[in-house]
C-alpha cells in the first residue's frame, strides 16, 4: 500500500506549446477532484446521473476533454462517444446522429466547421442541452449560427492546463451568448493585473492571474518558469489579458504574446478575427502582426474562403474599415487554403507570424 494525499501529482499535462515551448505542468489529485466539483456546481442540469450523453471530438490528452468530457462526465455515469478525426465532418455528423447527445464540448474552430455542413442540418439536435466552448475565443457570429441550427448558444468558459482546466464559465442562469467567458468559477481568486502589477479597475484590461485549488504546483523540472509563473502572493500569471464587466463577467482580450502593436496602441487579433469572421464569404480567418516601415507593426489577415465565395482583398479590409477604427483594420489580406492547426484546432498564430 503506498499513503496518497491530496497534495500528490496525478500527472503531468504538458501545455498545447501554442505560443512556445511545451512545459509539463504538475497537476495533483485535489487540483483535478476540486475543478471537478467546481465545474458541477456551475451546470448541475447538465450534469444529471445516468442521462447524459457527451460527444466527445477532443483528444483525450487535452486537458479540457480529460476534466469535462472524461472525468466529469463519467463521475456521472454518462455515455461518451468518442471522435477519432473530428476532420472527417461525415463520420463526424454519423456520431451525432447516432449518438444524440445531450452534451457536446467544442473549440471555436469545431463549431464553425460544422455549421458549415450541409448534412448538419439533418440533425434531430432536440435532446441537446449544453454546448460549451473553450481553448480559444469563441466567436459571437459562429455561436448565432450554431443557435440557428441546434437552438443552443455556445456557453463560454476559460481554462489553462495549469488550472486543471477551468477558471471560469457562464453558469446556468445565462440565457444567451455573452461575449465573456462567464463568472469565476467557487473558490477561485482573479486578479487582472497591470505591467507594474498593480490591480485594473472594471473596465480595464489586465493581465488573468489566478488562485484557487485548481492550480498547479509548478512546472516540471522549471525552476526559472515557475518564479517567472506567480505572483509574490501566490497568483498563477497566466499571461492571457482580460477584462472584467460591471457584473463580475471576465472577457478575454488576447495573449499578451499575440498583441499587436501599431503606432503605439495596443490592438488585439482575437477582436480583428470577431469582425472579419462576419464578412460574407469568410469561413475562417487569423490575424497576427508584421513589421511595417511606419506604423512598427501592421494587421495582417489570413482568410480561409467559404466554398463558392467571390471575395477579395478589397471586399474585407472595406468590410473591416466600417466596423473597426482605422489602426486596427487589416493593412494586408492573405487568401489560403487552411489555417495551421493544433490537434486539438487552436490556430497556430506562431506558424502564421513566421510566414507574415
Given at each position: 500500500p503506498v499513503a496518497l494525499t491530496g497534495a500528490d501529482t496525478l500527472f503531468l499535462q504538458y501545455t498545447g506549446g501554442t505560443t512556445g515551448l511545451s512545459k509539463g505542468a504538475t497537476l495533483s489529485h485535489r487540483n483535478l477532484v476540486a475543478n471537478t466539483e467546481q465545474f458541477k456546481s456551475m451546470m448541475p442540469d447538465a450534469l444529471r446521473p445516468?442521462?447524459?450523453?457527451?460527444?466527445?471530438?477532443?483528444?483525450?490528452?487535452?486537458?479540457?476533454?480529460?476534466?469535462?468530457?472524461?472525468?466529469?462526465?463519467?463521475?456521472?455515469?454518462?455515455?461518451?462517444?468518442?471522435?477519432?478525426?473530428?476532420?472527417?465532418?461525415?463520420?463526424?455528423?454519423?456520431?451525432?446522429?447516432?449518438?444524440?447527445?445531450?452534451?457536446?464540448?467544442?473549440?471555436?474552430?469545431?463549431?464553425?466547421?460544422?455549421?458549415?455542413?450541409p448534412a448538419s442540418k439533418e440533425i434531430d439536435w432536440w435532446r441537446l442541452r449544453l454546448s460549451g466552448g473553450g481553448g480559444a475565443a469563441v466567436i459571437g457570429a459562429v455561436s448565432d449560427k450554431w443557435k440557428a441550427l441546434t437552438g443552443n448558444f455556445i456557453r463560454e468558459g476559460y481554462g489553462l492546463s495549469e488550472t486543471s482546466p477551468v477558471v471560469s464559465f457562464n453558469p446556468a442562469s445565462v440565457q444567451s451568448f455573452t461575449g465573456t467567458t462567464g463568472l469565476p468559477l467557487p473558490s477561485t481568486d482573479i486578479e487582472l493585473l497591470d505591467d507594474e502589477g498593480r490591480a485594473v479597475g472594471v473596465g480595464e484590461a489586465g493581465e488573468i492571474c489566478v488562485k484557487g485549488p485548481q492550480v498547479m504546483n509548478g512546472y516540471w523540472q522549471q525552476p526559472a518558469a515557475n518564479v517567472a509563473a506567480f505572483t509574490a502572493d501566490g497568483y498563477f500569471r497566466t499571461g492571457d489579458v482580460g477584462v472584467f464587466d460591471e457584473e463580475g463577467f471576465l472577457k478575454i482580450v488576447d495573449r499578451k504574446k499575440d498583441m499587436i502593436l501599431v503606432s503605439g496602441f495596443n490592438v488585439y487579433p482575437n477582436e480583428i478575427e470577431a469582425v472579419a469572421t462576419g464578412c460574407p464569404g469568410i469561413a475562417e480567418c487569423a490575424c497576427v502582426g508584421m513589421a511595417d516601415e511606419k506604423s512598427g507593426e501592421a494587421v495582417k489577415l489570413f482568410v480561409v474562403k467559404a466554398a463558392g465565395a467571390a471575395l477579395t482583398e478589397d471586399d474585407v479590409v472595406a468590410f473591416c474599415r466600417k466596423e473597426l477604427t482605422g489602426y486596427k483594420a487589416p493593412k494586408i489580406v492573405r487568401f489560403v487554403d487552411a489555417l495551421p492547426k493544433s490537434t486539438v484546432g487552436k490556430i497556430l498564430r506562431r506558424e502564421l507570424r513566421d510566414v507574415a
Open positions: 445516468g442521462q447524459e450523453v457527451i460527444v466527445t471530438a477532443i483528444p483525450l490528452y487535452h486537458i479540457f476533454a480529460l476534466m469535462v468530457n472524461f472525468i466529469t462526465y463519467f463521475s456521472v455515469g454518462a455515455d461518451n462517444w468518442l471522435v477519432p478525426n473530428p476532420r472527417d465532418f461525415d463520420a463526424f455528423l454519423a456520431t451525432f446522429k447516432a449518438a444524440r447527445p445531450t452534451v457536446f464540448m467544442g473549440v471555436n474552430t469545431l463549431y464553425a466547421g460544422l455549421v458549415a455542413q
